[in-house]
């Protein structure tokens, strides 16, 4: 029996202040409406435009379970189209990326279409004369998705013509990406060094919440990052520290460290943890950097970009991206209790190569399924996922540091461990969820 199925009340009711109903992690229905409505009214990442440098490329994806295709069309603006042909619905491709050359076509009736989407030549074009078919679904070729937006290389769609055009969602929010590509002497990422894909047993919102949940590093992970630091307490002295201690070591920082760090809240479910400094302030200086950042942009400049270390901002629905090392991970939802993690690494354009270095290792050490951090927070969510199966309690808590004072769709700075960013995303949850119910 459908119990949220265009019930708004029920929708909203499963949202609270301080808490958060089971079932948007564990009810299939509630997933099935998270595609129709809240990855079909916001805008989603759907990549990079250096992943289709030439005419003909093509990169496969999803939103949210929607297949959809990003194209550089020939005029060299980026396309993104629904990867299904007009005509019996068949895959116009399952390669993940590729070049199609000129058009696409059909592996089924050899129907084509121009890299735009529009329809170029059918087969028998005759047995189709006098039906109509101009004025026809198929007759105007692959659907284009409703919005795209290139955002300095990062391309993003909504599925839904109308609500929040791109500033709208975004908002303030966008600074986050130009910290990133202005670490570039050239103003410019490529992506670089493939990506690492990772199956969860777990709801897609498990992992974004833990993006800014910084009351877990120094417990979670004391048996990863804690023993590697343990390990090179016994290094003899005057070791160089190697680059991987600098990257666990902050995992394991008091309380206290994550408190001052902060968390910036933005409106419709965006916000970030390093306010004031993170896990990435202390990583060595990479020789000849800042010099070449200072010719770039001047020194006052170059000074106040490389000053901003923010830790992880997050992107409502379902994108997180770190600024001072070049890395995004995608988290996409494929059921209720499934989610597959997209990390990937970008390349300053014009920067010194022991920049990608580090964030390649970082990648490895932290999100890959073979690294060392990465399965202390799969075991977290997957304990988490049966956990909500408990009928005595179907409530999840996110009460820390609440103000009744606390506004929806506002910017604030608040203390580090305070969970106000999930509170932040759950109201854009039911916001976007029952918009078009």
């Not at 079909?40 to 030439?54: E, M």
């Not at 600074?175 to 590509?181: A, G, L, P, Q, Y």
């Not at 993006?211 to 070791?239: R, Y």
Request: hydrophobic share 35%; aromatic share 10%.
């Amino acid at each position: 029996m459908a119990r949220y199925q265009g019930n708004v009340e029920a929708v909203r009711s499963l949202v609270r202040e301080t808490e958060v109903h089971r079932d948007v992690y564990i009810d299939e229905e509630v997933f099935r409406l998270e595609m129709e409505h809240i990855f079909a009214n916001t805008w989603v990442y759907v990549g990079h435009d250096s992943q289709v440098p030439n005419i003909g490329d093509y990169y496969g994806t999803n939103i949210g379970t929607q297949p959809v295709l990003m194209v550089r069309h020939t005029d060299m603006s980026v396309k993104v189209l629904h990867n299904r042909c007009p005509h019996k619905g068949t895959r116009i491709t399952t390669e993940a990326c590729g070049n199609t050359g000129k058009f696409f076509r059909c592996p089924y009736h050899a129907w084509s279409f121009r890299t735009d989407g529009s329809l170029l030549a059918i087969p028998l074009k005759k047995g189709y004369e006098n039906t109509g078919l101009e004025q026809s679904h198929a007759g105007k070729g692959m659907s284009p998705v409703a919005d795209v937006r290139n955002y300095r290389g990062f391309v993003f769609a909504k599925l839904n013509a109308g609500g929040l055009d791109f500033e709208a969602f975004f908002g303030e929010s966008l600074s986050s990406f130009d910290n990133m590509v202005d670490r570039s002497p050239a103003g410019r990422l490529e992506v670089a060094g493939g990506v690492l894909r990772y199956m969860h047993n777990c709801n897609w919102k498990m992992l974004v919440e833990n993006q800014t949940d910084t009351c877990h590093p120094m417990v979670a992970h004391e048996s990863s990052a804690g023993t590697a630091i343990d390990v090179w307490k016994n290094a003899p002295p005057g070791t160089k520290k190697p680059m991987a201690v600098e990257i666990y070591a902050p995992f394991m920082a008091p309380y206290e460290f994550f408190e001052g760090m902060g968390i910036r809240v933005w409106p419709n479910g965006h916000g970030h943890t390093g306010v004031h400094h993170s896990i990435h302030s202390d990583y060595t200086a990479v020789p000849g950097y800042f010099e070449q950042m200072a010719q770039a942009y001047g020194e006052e400049r170059a000074k106040a970009i490389l000053d901003e270390n923010r830790h992880n901002t997050v992107y409502f629905p379902n994108l997180m991206i770190k600024g001072p090392i070049q890395l995004v991970r995608v988290f996409k939802p494929i059921a209720a209790d499934k989610t597959l993690v997209e990390s990937w690494t970008f390349r300053l354009v014009d920067a010194p190569d022991m920049l990608l270095e580090r964030t390649l290792m970082y990648n490895r050490l932290i999100n890959a399924p073979t690294s060392v951090v990465g399965h202390d927070d799969l075991e977290m969510y997957e304990r988490a996922q049966e956990g909500l199966h408990v009928d005595a309690n179907q409530w999840v808590n996110l009460q820390r540091l609440y103000d009744p004072a606390e506004q929806a769709d506002v910017t604030a700075e608040t203390n580090g461990t305070t969970e106000w960013q999930m509170r932040n995303q759950f109201r854009a949850w039911s916001k976007f969820m029952t918009m078009s119910m």
